[in-house]
């Protein structure tokens, strides 16, 4: 038994080092590429840069500031976090080749919805616009930047060598986007859908059933099921592809009747006030899960799914 433990302690102690590097880190890069993008927003004559170069008199006259930092401080987080968790991916044995590889994508995929933002301006409204006031565009735009930031200030792009399952170099790679594709979608459609159900005007008394929870919950299913189609066409395996390609059905499905659920409750607005609404939206989506799994048509309709892609299926 001492032998044992004498054996364990060592291998232990290794993990919980590489843990404390990992948090030391991720928090290292976040504040480091914080306090450059806002030298480099606010104060760039510190850095050795023009006081005011045309991009920054363009923010300035816009009063996108804020935006401005956010933006600056997604694009050097990527980066900046690769390089210091490098070395602890060493350390871990992982690939840092496929980590590279993700962390080029990821910063493709943060100037790509930066640039986007920025001329479409839905994501980015001025400080009086309805976006602003709800603060859900923000949130959106936070959730699509901070996603590949955490992925890389976390050395969560970095994988295990090998891997858990055995898989290859590509099935790591493919299985990580998968994982955050299924991640983004499924918080991306909680957040489309509730600014749907905030604008809902049909009653308007009767929006509140299609903001919360009823909004939450089917943009979840909505948004996942694009998570889990996505998964699906970066499997290689047939079964894989199939199986999950089925659940990505079942969770659309689900997220169909809950939104039939939510209209319907919606309409009581017409005969009701808003808070009588708001008090029948909970009571009715019990009822619709509590009587799913009793009926077998309905069932079909609401089922509960583990958010839970193939391992095997991207290595092969």
Request: glycine share 12%.
């Amino acid at each position: 038994m001492a032998t044992s433990r004498s054996g364990t302690e060592p291998a232990e102690g290794h993990v919980k080092r590489v843990k404390a590097l990992r948090m030391t880190a991720g928090t290292v890069a976040g504040v480091a590429s914080l306090a450059l993008a806002l030298a480099l927003t606010l104060t760039p004559v510190s850095l050795g840069l023009p006081s005011s170069p045309a991009l920054y008199e363009k923010v300035r006259a816009e009063d996108r500031g804020g935006e401005g930092v956010i933006v600056a401080w997604a694009l050097l987080a990527v980066p900046i976090g690769g390089l210091l968790q490098t070395p602890v991916a060493r350390l871990r044995g992982a690939r840092i080749t496929a980590g590279w590889t993700l962390l080029a994508g990821y910063w493709l995929y943060v100037l790509l919805v930066a640039v986007t933002a920025w001329q479409v301006q839905g994501l980015f409204p001025p400080a009086d616009g309805p976006g602003k006031s709800g603060g859900l565009f923000g949130a959106l735009t936070a959730l699509a930047l901070a996603t590949p930031v955490g992925a890389a200030c976390s050395g969560a792009v970095f994988r295990p060598v090998p891997g858990e399952h055995g898989d290859t170099l590509g099935g790591q790679i493919r299985g990580h986007l998968a994982t955050v594709a299924l991640f983004t979608w499924s918080f991306n459609g909680v957040f489309v859908s509730m600014l749907i159900g905030k604008s809902f005007a049909f009653p308007r008394s009767g929006s509140f059933p299609m903001f919360f929870p009823g909004g939450l919950l089917w943009g979840f299913h909505a948004g996942a099921a694009l998570g889990m189609l996505t998964g699906a066409r970066l499997q290689r395996t047939p079964e894989a592809r199939a199986a999950t390609t089925a659940v990505a059905v079942s969770l659309t499905r689900t997220a169909a009747a809950l939104l039939l659920c939510c209209l319907c409750v919606a309409q009581l607005g017409w005969i009701l006030p808003a808070w009588a609404v708001a008090l029948s939206a909970i009571p009715a989506l019990i009822a619709l899960f509590t009587l799913g799994p009793r009926n077998k048509r309905l069932g079909r309709w609401v089922e509960f799914h583990t958010l839970e892609l193939p391992k095997g299926g991207f290595d092969r």
